[in-house]
């Protein structure tokens, strides 16, 4: 089975259907269809670019040209964990609880999935260390914003109880476990649905892209359960270090409640 290639006409004809739904927007005045519109234009730029970006990182499997790239995708994630925080940190701990945490389970997991799993030579392969990276950084990147967003919400509506628990002689580490636990649950819940599901509900993205550029189904799968079984450790690893480092910075050395370190709430959010 061969590639069928897309030409300029048949994505043009797939576009027919956002301008669509941005004029069903219009139509029933929901407000959203300049910003339908934006993201599809925004869309079609950064894949376009990625896709040339790509091309030229594929002939020359340079080592700082990948990392210089996934530096760029660790920051860009960085920055939408923090935008999807009602109450962010204030500071550099906004961007950076996030960005770490996504830098010690994102590239620690695909480092072990290249090296020692898929056995690639050189590990830093183009091919494999993108696409693999991109998919673990936008799954953990999501339940990490997912994870601190519950976190500092429920510290804060919970404030008093956890204060009262702090009066009473108990740590810091008491007085939010309850707080951290279900905040982690809360992160950790996507990609625990997205198991439960494939392959029932819907075919995941990367199965469905290897069947379509034909893959044998059978490899398609296991490749596919690979990633996901590589997103949920990724997620579930970061999730924990945001959630841990998160609930440390709500108390200083005195183990007082410091909610002056979160920023008044983003009502974008």
Do not use: C
């Amino acid at each position: 089975m061969t590639l069928i290639h897309l030409s300029p006409f048949d994505l043009g004809l797939a576009s027919i259907l956002v301008l669509l739904l941005a004029g069903m927007s219009w139509r029933l005045r929901l407000g959203i269809e300049r910003r339908v519109l934006i993201s599809a234009a925004r869309s079609t730029v950064q894949l376009m670019l990625v896709g040339l970006v790509l091309k030229v990182l594929f002939a020359q499997t340079s080592l700082p040209l990948i990392g210089l790239m996934a530096l760029v995708m660790l920051s860009v994630a960085g920055y939408e964990v923090m935008q999807r925080q009602k109450r962010r940190y204030r500071g550099v701990w906004g961007y950076g609880i996030g960005a770490l945490s996504m830098f010690l389970s994102a590239f620690t997991v695909t480092l072990l999935a290249l090296t020692v799993i898929i056995g690639v030579e050189p590990w830093y392969q183009p091919q494999y260390l993108i696409p693999l990276l991109g998919m673990l950084l936008g799954n953990t990147m999501s339940g990490i914003a997912i994870a601190l967003d519950s976190l500092t919400r429920q510290a804060w509506d919970s404030r008093g109880r956890i204060e009262a628990r702090l009066l009473a002689g108990g740590t810091w580490d008491d007085a939010i476990e309850e707080v951290r636990r279900d905040a982690l649950r809360s992160g950790l819940i996507p990609i625990i649905n997205a198991m439960a599901t494939a392959g029932l509900v819907s075919l995941p993205g990367m199965m469905t892209g290897q069947i379509l550029a034909g893959s044998p189904p059978m490899e398609a799968a296991k490749y596919q359960l690979l990633i996901m079984f590589l997103i949920a450790a990724g997620t579930g690893l970061g999730s924990m270090a945001a959630v841990w480092i998160g609930s440390r910075r709500l108390f200083d050395d005195r183990q007082r409640l410091r909610l002056d370190r979160l920023a008044a709430a983003n009502r974008s959010s």
